[in-house]
């Protein structure tokens, strides 16, 4: 049976988890699911150091996370493991929202991160990054590590990644680029098998940046970055 961390359905008001500090700030602490079939549903985590699933078979549905100082939710270890079988795997990250994460060197903070020690099965449905430091998904892997297990995203929206809100405005923060919106970073071989199509609005383009490979939205006809994408795609690191 699953456990349940969910918010009350006749409650009228957000449910919020802020982790500001007294001065309104965001702070470096985590929220961390380290155990195994949770589902959490209906809140929104706020102003700390990123949500981490590190255990297996959970689901989180309809939640929010922004304002933190990395990444807005990571699928990554949360204990010592060094194997992959032993990694996070089969968590389900359904209908979410990640946006507005910032770290203080403005390269780190994405909105989902599923990467270094990320386990197999791991699956995003019908979520959206947006006004991140960083990328809107970020997937990689390193030698120190070893490479992650499969990841796969549906029906998702990326856009305005590197770009942040500051007092009500639009501010460029990236350091490499504005607008990668899905990275990949792997010491190996990297296969991608993707259908990257959104009808009257853009085509998915992988762009290779040093050892990092990017997604960019182009317009299909005069080719200009959009910055948008609405797609059904695996990313597969082999």
Known sequence: DMKMLVADPDNTEDVVFDFAGNDGKATGNTFDVSGDYWYVEGIKFLNGGGVRVGGNHNILKNCDFAGHTNSGLSISRTDGATEQKDWPSYNQIISCNAYNNRDKSDNNADGFAAKHTCGVGNVFKY??????????????????????????IYDSVCYANGYVIEDGKLVLVETHQALFIMAVKTEGAVSVIYKAFHPGSGLLFPVLVGHRLHYQVVHPLDRHVIGIVHVTFYIIIV
């Open 127 to 152: 979520c959206v990054a947006a006004y991140n430091a960083d990328d809107g998904w970020d997937l990689f892997s390193k030698s120190g590590t070893g490479a992650i297990g499969e990841v796969e």
